[in-house]
């Protein structure tokens, strides 16, 4: 068929009207939409801008908050001894190996005393006589270390990086609710001798201590520290936690302390409640207790919060000991301090199960707050 046989069949007046209608409509719609567009897009791009702007200001602030092992700089090279508290040992145990990962070029060796139970005393006594480089420990300098550092030619720092709560612990099966700090100082200094004394049964106490001098953790009620000395003459003493606990599942009216992550959650002990008033007593566990027929297959977490806020009356502090003597080990040692004031070593101190210490200030010497 030809163009020419084909028939044009002429449209209806109608029709030719809906088409231009449909045609502007259409025309309408394109302009609408253009003038729209037109319209928000200096907007959009202003928004646009400032969320930009936002973002890049969160990032920013990020990179300058977040610290981490790999952003401490002028670390010493080479290896280097340190000891110290058996408190610290799992942070030693997170922080070490990420330490050796990201950080090869310090190498840090843990060196235990020879003659002498691990601890704070015997790790500072090793600092003093050039054992180790720094040191780690959960009490605070004595006096007596600190004139012995003069008198040697240096000067001994602490700088605390955390907190850690020192729990009471006795005989799984005996029967008494809580201690007073005041009645947990007079057991130790032979004033209560007694359950019976203390609202418990009438059973001998048999208060087991390690040596202060050694210890992780002394007795410390407002200025007075009860050292051997002050101790009473029933102290049994033992050569470490370990030990005490095998002796106080052995022992019916048998108590000791010692760092709270450490014994909280041990099933063959238990902890006891601590207050400065018998009305007001905290336990060092996540409440509800677990009691030891339950244990192992429930554990007592420790009370972190109680410890954080303060309503828990005893803690100790976990301080870096530094050997000012403008020497390697100074150098070492306020490099360590470095690397746990960073985010990723107050995580590390926390995923450790203790309370890290945002607050880097030097501590002034001679004005450390009490324990308790």
Known sequence: MTNDSRKRVPLSQDAVQMIRGLIIGELVTVA???GLWLWLRPRLQVDNGALSSTNRDKVTTSALTASSFNTVKNLPIGSFNYGGSTAWAPIRQLVDSQIQVLRPELQLRYVNPTNASPGSGSGIRMLLDGKLDFTQSSRPLTDEEKNLAQQRGFVLEERQVGIDGVAVVVNPALK????????????????????KQVGGENIPITPFSQHPENADVVLRFGKQVLDKQSLSSNVQYVYSTT???????QTPGGVYYASA???????????????????????????PFVPANDCPQKRNQLNTEAIKNGTYPMTSKLFVVIKHNQGKEQQVGEAYLRLLATDQGQQAIEQAGLIPERSQEPLARGHVKRMD
């Open 243 to 249: 030990e005490a606990l095998r002796r106080l599942n």
């Open 176 to 195: 008494v609710s809580g201690l007073t700090v005041d009645q947990l100082q007079q057991i130790y200094s032979g004033k209560i001798t007694n359950w």
């Open 261 to 287: 992550r450490g014994v909280v959650h041990q099933c063959s002990v238990k902890p006891l409640p601590l207050g400065v008033t018998s009305t007001q007593l905290i336990p060092p566990y996540r409440e």
């Open 32 to 34: 609408i939409i253009g």
